[in-house]
């Protein structure tokens, strides 16, 4: 059994707005293992991202605050750790990939300053010399050619996918245990996307770090993650191990999902069928369903899912696999 490094119990994130309170994230569980990756997908808004940032806690209070739960990295829960010291695990401990490397980097500085600053941060005992050749033997580990040079480099200077191994090599300078990447592949074309996933797998198999992949595309979660959690609405209707999640789906939500993966002919390259939908659109967080959120939108919805035998409760359905369904598909 793999060695558990994160463990998050029955997160609640909550946000003050002009209408009021809202609940962001409710009641999320999940486990990182070290040399593992969890997948964690969804629709935009469906708290994925917002869960990352608890982690870190990086929630901006105001407006947000995490309302309850534990986050416990290595068994010591991260919301009680004073906000000097969360700055030591902060980017040393657990590292975070941003969803835009353009705006998450300085553009006033070369991208050599940026991952020194990291090391000048957290390995406060290496020499400035050492934390220029770290930088440099970071950027050749992901993978940019011609390091030397590129280290002097400023963000505008590099393509999409160089900005975005620039942000791997500073995420991983202090080889944490615990890497999150938010949407790491977003805007990069298919064959870019295809070599930073293999990069990430390539570092995570000789550093034994475990991932929380956070992504809507679900070919990315097929290729890289061992275990998956679905989140619909701030919260977590299916989760199981990736192989049995496409095999056998057992939340409506998860199978749509899956559904809506283009499938082509390998003779022609022509889509096989037109895609399937999932009707209608996520509801507001002020608008909330009665009962099963996913309701208005799901082909099997009976009575008993709207509202007089309240919230459906994330339940085993296999080994290894819960679902938050009252009529979870066989």
Same mark, same amino acid.
């Given at each position: 059994?793999?060695? &558990? ?21 409710? @009641?999320?569980?999940?486990? /990182?293992?070290? =040399? ?49 010291? %969360? !700055? ?7 590292? %975070? ?9 300085? +553009?006033?500085?070369? /991208? @050599? ?10 390995? &406060? ?11 440099? $033997?970071?950027? !050749?580990? /992901? ?8 280290? &002097?480099?400023? +963000?505008?200077?590099?393509?999409? @996918?160089?900005?975005? !191994? ?17 949407? +790491?592949?977003?805007?990069?074309? /298919? ?47 299916? #989760? ?9 789906? !057992?939340?409506?939500?998860? &199978? =749509? ?21 999932? $009707? =209608? ?26 509202? #007089? ?22």
């Amino acid at each position: 059994m793999a060695e &558990k490094i994160l463990e998050v119990k029955d997160l609640v994130v909550e946000f003050k707005t002009d209408r009021g309170l809202i609940t962001a994230v409710n @009641g999320v569980n999940f486990d /990182v293992f070290k =040399g593992k990756t969890l997948g964690i997908v969804g629709e935009s808004g469906s708290g994925k991202s917002v869960t990352a940032l608890s982690v870190m806690r990086l929630i901006p209070n105001p407006p947000g605050r995490v309302a309850g739960g534990e986050i416990l990295y290595r068994g010591k829960n991260v919301l009680d750790i004073p906000l000097d010291d %969360m !700055r030591t695990i902060r980017g040393n401990k657990i590292a %975070m990939i941003f969803q835009e490397p353009m705006t998450s980097l300085n +553009p006033v500085f070369t /991208v @050599g300053n940026q991952i020194e600053e990291v090391l000048e941060l957290h390995q &406060k005992d290496l020499s400035k010399q050492a934390r220029q050749d770290k930088a440099v $033997e970071m950027l !050749r580990l /992901v993978g940019i050619p011609s390091p030397e040079k590129r280290v &002097k480099e400023y +963000p505008h200077q590099l393509s999409g @996918g160089m900005r975005q !191994r620039v942000m791997i090599a500073m995420s991983l300078a202090c080889e944490p245990d615990i890497l999150i990447a938010d949407e +790491p592949t977003t805007a990069l074309d /298919v064959t870019i996307q295809a070599q930073i996933l293999e990069l990430m797998k390539k570092l995570q198999d000789e550093m034994g770090m475990g991932i929380i992949m956070i992504t809507h595309d679900l070919g990315v979660v097929a290729e890289t993650c061992d275990d998956v959690a679905v989140m619909y609405c701030g919260q977590i209707v299916e #989760q199981a191990h990736v192989k049995t999640l496409f095999e056998n789906p !057992r939340h409506p939500y998860t &199978k =749509g999902l899956i559904e809506s993966i283009p499938s082509f002919d390998s003779t022609t390259g022509v889509a096989k069928d037109r895609l399937p939908t999932i $009707e =209608g659109m996520v509801p507001s967080l002020f608008e909330l369903p009665e009962g099963c959120n996913f309701q208005n939108r799901c082909a099997y919805a009976t009575e008993k899912c709207k509202g #007089q035998h309240g919230d459906p409760k994330l339940e085993s359905v296999a080994e290894g696999q819960t679902v938050r369904c009252f009529h979870p598909l066989s």
